[in-house]
Nanobody, 123 residues
Framework: QVQLVESGGGLVQAGGSLRLSCAGS????????MGWFRQTPGKEREFVGF????????YYADSVKGRFTISRDNAKNTVYLQMNSLKPEDTAVYYCAAKWRDASATYDRYDYWGQGTQVTVSS
């Protein structure tokens, strides 16, 4: 079993940056692909991006491509989401999720979820 805890959310002005962290516990963390999703009230959970278990590949939603970067440090069991050039429409609760082996952009294929961290971007 994997437990995930996100941190790093907060309030930032448009154009600013934030880095979210997702700390994982449990054995074999490095064998899980990790995804980031976000959700606003009344909307479905939206895919942001994922990183493969080795960290060798990443994939992003078009809405964040070129602005967000996902990385991981398997020695620390931690995944990061660096968010630059933030826009008010990036405001959401951000979740990290773990999926055994192969990565996916589909939220219901993930096995474990963190509790989420709020990101608010003011205009």
């Amino acid at each position: 079993q994997v437990q995930l805890v996100e941190s790093g959310g907060g309030l930032v002005q448009a154009g600013g940056s934030l880095r979210l962290s997702c700390a994982g516990s449990g054995r074999a963390f490095s064998r899980y692909s990790m995804g980031w999703f976000r959700q606003t009230p009344g909307k479905e959970r939206e895919f942001v991006g994922f990183i493969t278990s080795s960290g060798g590949s990443t994939y992003y939603a078009d809405s964040v491509k070129g602005r967000f970067t996902i990385s991981r440090d398997n020695a620390k069991n931690t995944v990061y989401l660096q968010m630059n050039s933030l826009k008010p429409e990036d405001t959401a609760v951000y979740y990290c999720a773990a999926k055994w082996r192969d990565a996916s952009a589909t939220y219901d294929r993930y096995d474990y979820w963190g509790q989420g961290t709020q990101v608010t971007v003011s205009s």
